[in-house]
């Protein structure tokens, strides 16, 4: 290691989210030939043994009228360090600071090695400027309160969130033959991540199957009625008739019937739901009096019914969507027929003869209009799911992570009719989830078009390369003012670095995250290599008969 004599850095300057420090030789100012660059740490002491530590944002550079040049270094305050433990904030240093120095890389790595006890420890990543040093996160903060992850297409996100899942499902406390505890489901809208999970439950369209009549009262209306015509007619009569299938089809005693209400998790058949609107729309009604003359002498009156012909538009609806064969998973035979028990298997990973760790709902084949109501339910239930199970268990022993991979394609910034189901879900999720051991990780290229409510409630962030100015500046409004200025690295990140901020890390770091293995199918098509090759015939035929189906 250097001299520390020869460290000639004089603290200039001390605001509440900034530390100036004046260097005369810059080529001095480091220790054990380690570059100083954007981003490195800095240890600011005073005469008490207390160490601010700080990293460094800015380089100026000052020139007197003899030419001489003189270093400025601008360093945004961190935490400090006394006795060996860092703790993040905190004004216990005594002014004026006594000197300052570049942190070495053993202290760096004691700060995050003791940081952390060693049973909570969780690492997928090491510091970007110093590949040797890992960062460890406190796990459990890490998963239950909430992760952001954010990047432009190309930064490395989606092998971000697959790394970060192989760690978690290879983690194990003793050794043990099997799986571990661990319960992910990733909702996939690319068809990316079944190749990095080997082992997963894969759920794409051919698959699955939702039945319709767990679909709360808001998710039924949004699938089979016209919302924006704000007909009562149409909602009284669809109420009446999904009430009545349900009671008729529970199976209860009568008292038992009498608690049974729209949005009870019962089965109601669909196709009673349309006869009884059909009946509506033509119900003719026998007054109980007779013609007195006429041709029509002797026949009784009848009068027609007060919904007679005001329903067309929805029996119309209806017959639509029962009969559309993209709907098969959600309106289909099997839907009526699959028990509510292994509905929830299939998505919690427990299905007989095939558990695993992680789920992977494959949402590409999904038709956009139901797209919503389908996250939607999925997501209720399994928030549901973790309230009764701690209802009735007092503790949360199966936690959930729930992943929503492009999450702007669903739960956006808008108010939009046909996201409103799944933002409700999602958002629920945000706010009570964590009670109930289900959390969320939310990955997206563009943060600034999510849910606010959403977006709030995350305390971890891994913040990968942004380019487009509203994503940066929403995520430096995440951030403390003494931080907001590490998002100016954001531009320049190299694919698979990213900015580590969070109530799971003791302090915020510039990382690089290790690439996932197997690695997601997100990769950019190397377009030049493939045109360069062979000309390549195409069976038009299979494509075809795939996309008719």
């Known amino acids: 290691m250097a001299d520390t004599e020869k460290l000639n850095a004089e603290v200039v300057a001390v605001l509440p989210n900034k530390i100036k420090i004046s260097v005369d030789k810059l080529e001095d100012f480091k220790l054990a030939g380690e570059s100083l660059k954007l981003g490195s740490y800095l240890k600011i002491s005073d005469t008490e043994n207390t160490g601010l530590i700080a990293v460094i944002s800015n380089y100026l550079i000052e020139i007197d009228d003899e030419g001489k040049r003189k270093y400025i270094i601008e360093a945004n305050p961190l935490g400090i360090l006394k006795d060996n433990e860092f703790k993040r904030g905190g004004d216990e240093l005594a002014i004026p600071p006594e000197k300052a120095v570049p942190l070495s890389k053993e202290d760096i790595k004691q700060i995050y090695q003791s940081s952390i006890k060693e049973k909570e420890k969780f690492v997928f990543s090491s510091l970007s400027q110093i590949r040797d040093i890992d960062i460890p996160v406190d796990g459990n903060k890490f998963f239950n309160k909430h992760i952001a992850i954010v990047g432009a297409t190309g930064s490395g996100k989606s092998c971000t969130v697959a790394r970060i899942i192989q760690n978690v499902i290879n983690a194990k406390d003793g050794e043990y033959d099997g799986m571990n505890n661990s319960h992910i489901v990733i909702f996939d809208i690319h068809s990316e991540y079944e190749v990095a999970f080997t082992n997963a439950n894969v759920i794409d369209i051919d698959k699955l199957i939702l039945p319709y009549w767990l679909l709360n009262s808001e998710e039924l209306e949004e699938l089979f009625i016209d919302t924006e015509a704000n007909d009562h007619n149409q909602r009284n009569t669809f109420k009446e008739a999904v009430v009545e299938s349900k009671k008729d089809k529970s199976g209860y005693e009568e008292i038992a019937k009498s608690k049974i209400h729209y949005d009870s998790p019962l089965f109601f058949e669909i196709d009673y739901v349309l006869e009884h609107a059909k009946n509506k729309n033509t119900e003719v009604i026998n007054t109980g009096e007779e013609y007195a003359s006429g041709a029509k002498k002797g026949q009784p009156k009848t009068t027609q019914g007060s919904l007679y012909g005001k329903l067309t538009n929805f029996v119309s609806r209806l017959e639509n969507k029962i009969n559309d064969k993209r709907l098969n998973f959600l309106l289909g035979d099997q839907s009526k027929t699959i028990t509510f028990e292994d509905t929830l298997k299939q998505f919690l990973g427990y299905k007989k003869d095939n558990e695993s760790n992680v789920t992977i709902l494959d949402l590409s084949g999904i038709p956009f209009e139901v797209l919503s109501i389908t996250v939607s339910l999925i997501t209720r239930l399994l928030f549901d799911y973790g309230y009764y199970y701690k ?67 995350c305390n971890n962030f891994i913040a990968m390369r942004l380019t487009n100015p509203d994503d940066q500046n929403y995520v430096k409004r995440l951030l403390p003012d003494t931080l907001g200025s590490m998002t100016e690295t954001l531009p320049s990140l190299g694919a698979g670095e990213a900015l580590l901020i969070g109530d799971s890390v003791v302090m915020p770091s510039i990382i690089y995250i290790d690439p996932a293995e197997p690695e997601p199918s997100s990769k950019d098509i190397p377009y030049l290599d493939i045109w360069k090759e062979q000309w390549k015939k195409v069976l038009f035929s299979d494509i075809t008969s795939e996309w008719k189906r």
């Open 391 to 457: 209802k009735k268990h007092a503790n949360s022993e199966t936690p959930l992570l729930l992943v929503f991979e492009e999450a702007h394609k669903y739960v956006p910034k808008s108010d939009l009719a046909k996201y409103r189901a799944s933002q409700q879900a999602i958002e629920r999720v945000a706010k009570e989830g964590r009670k109930y051991g289900v959390s969320l990780l939310i990955a997206s290229q563009r943060p600034s078009e999510i849910s606010e409510t959403i977006f709030s409630q």
